[in-house]
């Protein structure tokens, strides 16, 4: 029979069903009950009015709800329902043959950036691609730059952020490059190469710089990956009470990015780390 244990997150919203058993080489994430099309068992679970997203992950179910209750009162129901999924060997995703991808586009607060999201799971990593030369081991990236108005392309979970240049505006290319994302992943394409890393790696932290990556990864990212963008911290100086990041896809270069970071960004690490924060700043 397989063993199903539930964890408890650091978000409350979310909770992670761990098994013994491998789900998935590639995680997929489902926001919604159209999107569940390609999974019986999210399909499922969107029956039910509290769940929120469907994260199938190689050795977990993470399920995020709305508020209407607290996991406590739902969590050993679902993980009964989970096992008895699997004990009976139904299927977690429909035939990849018969998979439809879908794409649709979203705007952003920045005008030159484009947001299209898709119904398949792209990519764990945080990937922004600036030039042709940085997308050799890119794919999807580099047969973007033969369109000669994108300027940059972010990828990340299941969606593309595009930056465009000035010489044409959205509506007049929307549609093209919605049918060429379709067609690539429908095609099962390599989004990345298998050698492909982001470059970012571990570095050693004091504690007032995890409190602050921990603050933005649950209160601030949500947000800016939402329309289409990501904040990188980058370092924090304990003299000065500067913190600085990186900002990414559609946060480089938005009209509003400087709101984000005082409104949104320093406000929020003001609010919960006090005298230990002075400012917050954008080194791109």
């Not at 999807?140 to 240049?165: H, R």
């Not at 896809?249 to 924060?277: M, Q, V, W, Y």
């Amino acid at each position: 029979m397989p063993q199903i244990k539930i964890e408890i997150t650091d978000k409350p919203t979310l909770v992670r069903f761990k098994t013994d058993q491998t789900l998935t080489k590639d995680p997929q994430k489902f926001k919604n009950i159209e999107e569940a099309d390609g999974s019986p068992l999210a399909k499922q679970l969107f029956k039910l009015p509290f769940i929120k997203s469907v994260t199938i992950n190689p050795k977990d179910i993470t399920l995020e709800r709305f508020d209407m209750l607290q996991w406590s009162e739902v969590q050993s129901e679902l993980k009964n329902f989970l096992q008895d999924y699997l004990l009976q060997k139904k299927p977690l995703f429909s035939d990849p043959d018969d998979f439809l991808i879908e794409v649709y586009a979203e705007s952003t607060p920045n005008p030159d950036t484009q947001k299209f999201v898709t119904n398949k799971f792209l990519t764990n990593q945080t990937i922004e691609i600036k030039d042709l030369d940085e997308a050799a081991k890119v794919p999807l990236a580099y047969e973007l730059f033969e369109y000669p108005f994108v300027k940059k392309v972010f990828i990340s979970q299941n969606y593309i952020s595009i930056t465009k240049d000035k010489t044409l505006e959205w509506i007049e290319v929307n549609d093209a490059i919605r049918d060429f994302l379709k067609e690539y992943l429908q095609t099962k394409k390599n989004v990345i190469s298998s050698s492909y890393s982001s470059g970012s790696t571990e570095i050693s932290q004091d504690e007032t710089s995890k409190q602050i990556v921990s603050l933005i990864n649950e209160y601030i990212k949500p947000a800016v990956n939402g329309d289409g963008g990501n904040i990188q911290f980058e370092s924090y100086d304990p003299e000065t009470k500067i913190v600085n990041v990186t900002l990414q896809g559609a946060c480089n270069g938005c009209p509003s990015s400087t709101i984000t970071l005082k409104h949104g960004i320093e406000a929020t690490l003001k609010r919960f780390l006090g005298d230990k924060i002075e400012s917050v700043k954008s080194l791109n």
